[in-house]
């Protein structure tokens, strides 16, 4: 069973997202900050990683830079889901190594083909 990490601070799309993936057969964590999904990937190593970039405490772009730094979790493919539209942050996030970023409002089916086809 793949895992997968589910990062937002929307209770609604945490949930939304949560209650699919466990329909396709993912084993999910979820964490409503990047300090929280920073702790679970102390103890867990998702297959995947999907990441909103605005939250409190450690944003998304510090999340992932940290991840990035860890060995471990090299393997890991990192989409962002992000309200930040503006080119300068899309090019923001790939450049730090996001496999991915996907625009809110999103399609949940395709963001599931698009996980399904990055694993």
């Given at each position: 069973?793949?895992?997968?990490?589910?990062?937002d601070?929307?209770?609604?799309?945490?949930?939304?997202l949560?209650y699919?993936?466990?329909?396709?057969?993912?084993e999910?964590?979820v964490?409503?900050?990047?300090?929280?999904?920073?702790?679970?990937?102390?103890?867990?190593q998702?297959d995947?990683?999907?990441?909103?970039?605005?939250?409190?405490?450690v944003?998304g772009?510090?999340?992932?830079r940290?991840?990035?730094?860890?060995?471990?979790?090299?393997?890991?493919?990192?989409?962002?889901?992000?309200?930040?539209n503006?080119?300068?942050?899309?090019?923001k996030?790939?450049?730090l190594?996001?496999?991915l970023?996907?625009l809110?409002?999103?399609s949940?089916?395709?963001?599931?083909?698009?996980v399904?086809?990055?694993?």
């Amino acid at each position: 069973m793949k895992k997968i990490l589910l990062v937002d601070d929307e209770p609604n799309i945490l949930m939304s997202l949560e209650y699919t993936f466990k329909k396709n057969n993912f084993e999910v964590y979820v964490a409503r900050d990047g300090q929280e999904a920073l702790d679970i990937l102390q103890k867990q190593q998702p297959d995947i990683i999907i990441l909103d970039i605005m939250m409190p405490l450690v944003d998304g772009y510090e999340t992932l830079r940290q991840i990035k730094k860890e060995e471990k979790l090299q393997h890991c493919k990192v989409i962002f889901l992000s309200a930040k539209n503006k080119e300068k942050d899309i090019e923001k996030g790939l450049a730090l190594g996001a496999d991915l970023y996907v625009l809110k409002p999103f399609s949940i089916k395709k963001l599931v083909e698009q996980v399904h086809e990055l694993l």
